[in-house]
């Protein structure tokens, strides 16, 4: 099985660093993850409708030369499906027993993603209401996805 996560935008911050080696590593046990992370563009607080959907394209081709043939591709996005952790791991599992061995979730910028990435989807996933930065979310995504992993393999963690 193969976990890709692109990310617009690299992460400065050394604990979010930390927890994101912490979670790679403890998914190393049941996936190949590969963590690619794709330039973010600049966007001023002030920006017009027109010039942040031009940002989110822009960010959304980077993304998209990135994506490889044959991945199933699951993207996060406030609209997209909200589900708990054990419906999170049901539907990973169903993805690979599908026969789909490669998955690439993708994080958009701070503006989000582009409709064009977003019709693209296989798969819309909201990690939430609420609103996180978008350098955390990688963090959070990695666990959840490591808590999926060990309720898809019957394992203690998940309580």
């Given at each position: 099985m193969r976990i890709t996560i692109i990310a617009v935008?690299?992460?400065?911050?050394?604990?979010?660093?930390?927890?994101?080696?912490?979670?790679?590593?403890r998914l190393s046990r049941y996936c190949k993850l590969e963590i690619i992370?794709?330039?973010?563009?600049h966007a001023p607080d002030n920006l017009?409708?027109?010039?942040?959907?031009?940002?989110?394209?822009?960010?959304?081709?980077?993304?998209?030369k990135r994506l490889k043939e044959g991945?199933?591709?699951?993207v996060l996005d406030v609209r997209g499906s909200k589900?708990?952790?054990?419906?999170?791991?049901?539907?990973?599992e169903s993805?690979?027993?599908?026969?789909?061995?490669?998955?690439?979730?993708?994080?958009?910028?701070?503006?989000?993603?582009?409709?064009?990435?977003?019709?693209?989807?296989?798969?819309?996933?909201?990690?939430?209401?609420m609103t996180f930065p978008h350098q955390l979310t990688r963090l959070i995504l990695l666990e959840q996805l490591y808590r999926s992993f060990k309720i898809i393999n019957g394992e203690p963690y998940h309580r």
């Open positions: 935008g690299k992460i400065k911050e050394k604990y979010l660093k930390e927890g994101i080696n912490e979670y790679s590593k992370e794709v330039e973010d563009e017009s409708s027109l010039e942040e959907q031009q940002v989110k394209k822009r960010e959304a081709e980077r993304v998209v991945t199933l591709l699951v589900m708990s952790s054990e419906e999170l791991a049901r539907k990973l993805f690979f027993i599908s026969g789909k061995s490669h998955v690439t979730f993708v994080i958009g910028g701070s503006l989000g993603i582009d409709k064009e990435l977003l019709n693209m989807a296989d798969f819309s996933l909201s990690l939430s209401d």
